[in-house]
């Protein structure tokens, strides 16, 4: 049983550009939460996907938007990349409310 | 705004002592969680309690949960330098769709 992965480890981006960030499930797993952590602060929820399906999203502007595939596997996508955009980018999936299983997440430098 | 405020935001200890961190929450809840992260690497999950429970162990780990004030606390003892890291506490609402996380306590055990 694999663990939940995500890919890359961190990038550097610049003001303006978009960025794709990947994570895959743990087996079983059909829902993916992604979380948005900025220094020396807790994670803040962006969205939810269930079943390829947006299933709750947090106070993140239309700029982030996501995809959940059939394997449950999801992306995250930022356009218009701002510096506050800089941060650790945390996905969790789980089967069931309060249970799930966080990645290692993909450190974001917006310069 | 963040559900869970963790207290204190710092705490610096010898190693062998114990470590208290309290956490405030302010709506209802279905459970409540503390995590662990390294580094501003990914979150390793540490201790679940559910509403409905007032105490909860594991190993070092001493959970507590008081409903009627809203409050939890994580007791760690006989630390070791290997517990430096940020703690968090996330609780998971009624809807069970997301865990909303305080800012942290940071601990540092000193050798």
């Known amino acids: 049983e694999t663990g939940v992965t995500q890919s890359p480890t961190h990038l550097i981006k610049t003001r303006g550009q978009q960025v794709t960030l990947r994570c895959s499930s743990q087996?079983?797993?059909?829902?993916v939460s992604w979380y948005q952590q900025a220094l020396g602060q807790g994670p803040q929820f962006i969205f939810q996907?269930?079943?390829?399906?947006?299933?709750g999203r947090g106070n993140f502007p239309p700029r982030f938007s996501g995809l959940q595939f059939p394997n449950y596997s999801s992306e995250l996508n930022v356009n218009a990349l701002e510096l506050d955009d800089s941060a650790l980018y945390l996905c969790?999936?789980?089967?069931?409310?309060?249970?799930?299983?966080f990645g290692p997440g993909t450190r974001l430098t917006v310069t | 705004s963040q559900q869970g405020e963790e207290d204190p935001q710092a705490l610096s200890i010898q190693e062998g002592e114990n470590a208290t961190m309290n956490c405030s929450y302010k709506?209802?809840?279905?459970?409540l969680q503390w995590y662990r992260q390294n580094s501003g690497r990914g979150l390793v999950h540490l201790i679940l309690?559910?509403?409905?429970?007032r105490e909860k162990h594991s190993g070092r780990l001493r959970v507590t949960l008081d409903t009627s004030k809203k409050s939890s606390s994580l007791l760690i003892t006989a630390s070791r330098a290997a517990d430096t890291a940020s703690y968090f506490c996330?609780?998971?609402?009624?809807?069970?769709?997301?865990?909303?996380f305080g800012p942290g306590t940071r601990l540092s055990v000193l050798p």
């Open positions: 309690i559910r509403s409905n429970e």
């Open positions: 087996s079983g797993h059909n829902t």
């Open positions: 969790a999936s789980s089967l069931g409310p309060g249970l799930a299983v």
């Open positions: 996330a609780t998971v609402d009624s809807y069970g769709q997301n865990f909303v």
């Open positions: 709506t209802s809840i279905n459970n």
């Open positions: 996907y269930y079943r390829e399906e947006e299933n």
